[in-house]
């Protein structure tokens, strides 16, 4: 009989300094009552309107296996990275992977956005040894892009994303998956934790090239 396994979350945090001074405290993985304590600021609007995906958020930090990591002042939350299991209805989920956790959305408001604030928040997370127990994708896709606010062509911005996910370590893999394939810009991006067995490592691999003699 297979053991189910333990999903352990070890808190940690870290001051961050805007560059016009003003003090943030990143901080995670946090329970769904401090997620509540923190609105989210009204430039947070990538995904659906702010108090919509406050409500997810709250939602999200109480599940078994998630892992939200926030970025707030005193009264709101300015950015926030989330961690969970692939949504049921898409294809990452087909494996029934216990050890794979999909890098579902990292949010900073547009005023915040210079400073490495991005990079920040995922060092925060991956500060928890027990990250290194499970295989951390994140698929980028193009249409999701703050193209218009940032004036950032879609290469440029490409390239500025795999920066902030590469100081995490997730990786360009290569991947046959249909919606990935679809436009040249997007991407699928990776971390194997150290921790990992070899037959997780193959079962995601079969996951991403389901036509595996493509590559």
Request: one cysteine or more; charged letters at 25%; a negative charge.
């Amino acid at each position: 009989m297979k053991v189910k396994m333990k999903h352990v979350k070890q808190y940690h945090s870290m001051p961050f300094v805007t560059p016009n001074g003003e003090e943030l405290l990143i901080e995670g993985p946090v329970p769904p009552e401090t997620v509540a304590r923190y609105p989210l600021h009204e430039e947070c609007d990538a995904f659906r309107i702010p108090e919509k995906q406050h409500q997810a958020l709250i939602e999200i930090a109480g599940f078994e296996e998630a892992r939200i990591i926030l970025a707030h002042n005193e009264t709101v939350t300015v950015g926030y990275v989330t961690f969970l299991y692939p949504d049921p209805l898409e294809s990452w989920s087909d494996g029934h992977m216990e050890d794979l956790l999909e890098l579902g959305a990292i949010e900073i408001a547009p005023a915040y956005r210079k400073g490495g604030l991005a990079k920040a928040l995922l060092k925060v997370a991956f500060m928890d040894p027990h990250m290194e127990n499970y295989i951390v994708f994140t698929t980028e896709y193009c249409w999701h892009w703050d193209l218009k606010r940032t004036g950032l062509s879609v290469w440029e911005y490409r390239k500025v994303m795999e920066k902030v996910m590469n100081s995490a370590g997730l990786e360009w893999m290569a991947t046959d998956d249909p919606e990935i394939c679809s436009h040249p810009a997007n991407a699928l991006m990776v971390r194997i934790g150290k921790q990992v067995p070899q037959s997780s490592i193959e079962a995601f691999d079969r996951l991403r090239l389901r036509r595996r003699y493509m590559y």
